[in-house]
């Protein structure tokens, strides 16, 4: 998405007259913030500790897939050992008179992560819409930062051959609601996009300027993008 897409995407978004004052002063400080981070924006979660991602949006339900999670600490590399297992899908919404493939993508985002692991994905599974997968993801995080910097944002998808794969939801879990050493099951719900406010957006818009930050254009990827409700395109697929 480019930065002229990201800022028709603000026009767009509601937004409350009251905290305006508030928010200003957030957009200015964000700004400058962001201005100033080094190209491996370390200090990106820093900042995404306001409330920068109100939500994923739920005009109409899409869904929810099934996982769980759990974090160890390495007890001689000074790291977390994340593990992701992505159980199932359920009652995924992809009309569709060709063939459904759908597999989720499971992206780790915070700092650090520059020379890490931060995409992985289940296999596709065709014809069904409520898919099992079982299928088990390690990522590695520093243990610099604070866990409540990262966040797991989960991407149900339909596989295409030879062009692009097609968003059918998104859910996002945070890791500061993931106790270490406790295996944590968890339905999230899928919805059509990640909901913002005006200060995300801006950091959005400012990064999708970093043309040659691959993490800052992953990340600007994954908040903008946007379930498209028109799948006559993917229909004899």
């Known amino acids: 998405m480019s930065g002229t897409e990201v800022k028709d995407e603000m026009d767009e978004m509601d937004y409350d007259e009251d905290d305006e004052t508030e928010e200003e002063e957030a957009l200015d400080e964000a700004e400058e913030d962001v201005k100033s981070m080094g190209s491996r924006m370390e200090k990106l979660f820093e900042i995404s500790r306001r409330p920068l991602q109100e939500n994923y949006v739920y005009e109409e339900p899409y869904g929810e897939i099934s996982i769980n999670v759990y974090i160890e600490t390495h007890p001689t590399n000074n790291e977390f ?5 992505v159980v199932a899908a359920n009652t995924l919404v992809w009309p569709t008179t060709g063939m459904f493939r759908p597999f989720v993508e499971v992206n780790l985002i915070g700092p650090r992560l520059a020379d890490k692991k931060r995409k992985q994905s289940t ?9 099992r997968y079982n299928e088990a993801f390690v990522f590695s995080i520093s243990a610099i930062e604070d866990l409540e910097c990262y ?20 859910a996002v879990l945070q890791l500061r609601h ?9 339905w999230l719900g899928l919805g059509r996009r990640i909901q913002m406010n005006e ?20 990340f600007v990827k994954l908040k903008s993008e946007t379930r498209q409700e028109d799948q006559s395109s993917v229909q004899g697929s």
């Open 81 to 85: 050992k994340l593990t992701v297992t």
């Open 123 to 131: 296999k596709s599974k065709s014809g069904s819409w409520s898919p």
């Open 151 to 170: 966040e797991l944002h989960f991407c149900v998808k339909d596989y295409c051959f030879a062009r692009d794969d097609r968003l059918v939801g998104v």
């Open 178 to 186: 993931v106790p270490i050493m406790v295996r944590t099951g968890e």
């Open 199 to 218: 200060t995300g957006w801006t950091i959005l818009r400012i990064l999708s300027q970093r043309y040659n930050d691959d993490v800052a254009k992953e």
